[in-house]
């Protein structure tokens, strides 16, 4: 027997706090889940998508990366796949391209056009773009390619949703 | 573009940069070609789909032409003029046809627009990865015959 007996009274207060720590604890939680659900759904949204593609393999050359995700089209769920134009700029920062041309979304292909064979060349209407993706002026397109966000994880390269870049 | 009414909006709002109209041709055959005429259509509907996202801005993928291989190739014959006076009328500057069907070989002058005959490739034995390869390598040999096509235009 311990030689510090609990009396009656300390014994109540310990367990009052505990279970009231506890029941302020559950009315807390769903209101601070509440609170920073936004934050939590970008999260969400921003889904990165594994490639085949490693890292330490890109070079200044852009590649085209292959990478397949689940799309629900009403009842129907299939497997859809996307491609990126992905290298790394002079200094060494990853770059990935989405190749829906910004004209009517025909897919650029990246040295196509031999008189510009560092270009990405749209077969449809004969849009440009630079390296960089900005639109050639004078060609059909209207806007810079978008760009993929990325992520790196154990070597490969992750990509998220294409964006549209702001500056035109 | 693809024949869904999102698609065919764009379409609408800019007709003079879609001049080509692209056509499945897909025999049905009941009976003993059935698993056959299935195959072919399995491939070129996922053909006619990837090519479609590489020439998305200039070509509109139409609902398949689809014949009863019993039918009379005469009929047939008419009925694919039809079409062809049809999407001439809208505007459109050149057909492709893309059929596995052996029997639009020997008929190809028969046709207004050109005709892309494949030998259709069995899929049920492919993972995805594998039909995509497939298919890209495909399209991509394809791909120089409109591009040489509209250059001979533009």
């Given at each position: 027997m311990s030689k510090d007996r609990v009396s009656r009274r300390q014994f109540l207060s310990y367990t009052l706090t505990g279970v009231g720590g506890f029941m302020a604890a559950g009315i807390l939680m769903p209101m601070v889940r509440f609170a920073v659900d936004p934050v939590l759904k970008a999260e969400a949204a921003g889904e990165f998508v594994a490639t085949k593609q490693k890292v330490a393999d890109l070079t200044n050359e852009p590649v085209r990366v292959d990478f397949t995700y689940k799309q629900k089209d009403a009842w129907y769920e299939s497997d859809v796949t996307e491609s990126a134009w992905v290298y790394k700029d002079d200094a060494g920062k990853i770059i990935a391209l989405s190749p829906v041309c910004k004209h009517l979304g025909c897919t650029v292909n990246w040295g196509s056009d031999k008189a510009h064979p560092d270009q990405f060349f749209c077969p449809c209407h004969y849009g440009r773009y630079t390296k960089d993706g900005t639109n050639v002026p004078g060609t059909p397109p209207l806007a810079p390619l978008d760009v993929y966000p990325f992520k790196e994880k154990d070597g490969y390269l992750y990509l998220g949703k294409a964006k549209p870049r702001k500056e035109a | 573009m693809k024949w869904i009414s999102q698609d065919v909006e764009t379409y609408l709002t800019a007709k003079e940069y879609v001049d080509t109209a692209v056509v499945p041709l897909y025999p049905v055959s009941l009976g003993e070609g059935m698993k056959q005429s299935a195959a072919a259509v399995e491939f070129i509907t996922l053909l006619t789909a990837y090519l479609e996202k590489q020439f998305t801005g200039r070509i509109l993928l139409f609902p398949p032409f689809t014949y009863l291989d019993s039918e009379q190739w005469d009929n047939i014959l008419s009925d694919i003029h039809k079409w062809e006076d049809s999407i001439v009328a809208s505007g459109f500057k050149h057909i492709f046809y893309v059929t596995?069907?052996?029997?639009w070989r020997s008929r190809?002058?028969?046709?207004?627009g050109t005709l892309i005959w494949l030998p259709s490739i069995p899929l049920e034995h492919m993972n995805d990865s594998q039909k995509l390869t497939m298919i890209d390598s495909q399209v991509k040999q394809i791909i120089t015959i409109f591009t040489q096509k509209w250059h001979k235009n533009d």
């Amino acid at each position: 027997m311990s030689k510090d007996r609990v009396s009656r009274r300390q014994f109540l207060s310990y367990t009052l706090t505990g279970v009231g720590g506890f029941m302020a604890a559950g009315i807390l939680m769903p209101m601070v889940r509440f609170a920073v659900d936004p934050v939590l759904k970008a999260e969400a949204a921003g889904e990165f998508v594994a490639t085949k593609q490693k890292v330490a393999d890109l070079t200044n050359e852009p590649v085209r990366v292959d990478f397949t995700y689940k799309q629900k089209d009403a009842w129907y769920e299939s497997d859809v796949t996307e491609s990126a134009w992905v290298y790394k700029d002079d200094a060494g920062k990853i770059i990935a391209l989405s190749p829906v041309c910004k004209h009517l979304g025909c897919t650029v292909n990246w040295g196509s056009d031999k008189a510009h064979p560092d270009q990405f060349f749209c077969p449809c209407h004969y849009g440009r773009y630079t390296k960089d993706g900005t639109n050639v002026p004078g060609t059909p397109p209207l806007a810079p390619l978008d760009v993929y966000p990325f992520k790196e994880k154990d070597g490969y390269l992750y990509l998220g949703k294409a964006k549209p870049r702001k500056e035109a | 573009m693809k024949w869904i009414s999102q698609d065919v909006e764009t379409y609408l709002t800019a007709k003079e940069y879609v001049d080509t109209a692209v056509v499945p041709l897909y025999p049905v055959s009941l009976g003993e070609g059935m698993k056959q005429s299935a195959a072919a259509v399995e491939f070129i509907t996922l053909l006619t789909a990837y090519l479609e996202k590489q020439f998305t801005g200039r070509i509109l993928l139409f609902p398949p032409f689809t014949y009863l291989d019993s039918e009379q190739w005469d009929n047939i014959l008419s009925d694919i003029h039809k079409w062809e006076d049809s999407i001439v009328a809208s505007g459109f500057k050149h057909i492709f046809y893309v059929t596995s069907d052996l029997e639009w070989r020997s008929r190809e002058d028969e046709l207004n627009g050109t005709l892309i005959w494949l030998p259709s490739i069995p899929l049920e034995h492919m993972n995805d990865s594998q039909k995509l390869t497939m298919i890209d390598s495909q399209v991509k040999q394809i791909i120089t015959i409109f591009t040489q096509k509209w250059h001979k235009n533009d």
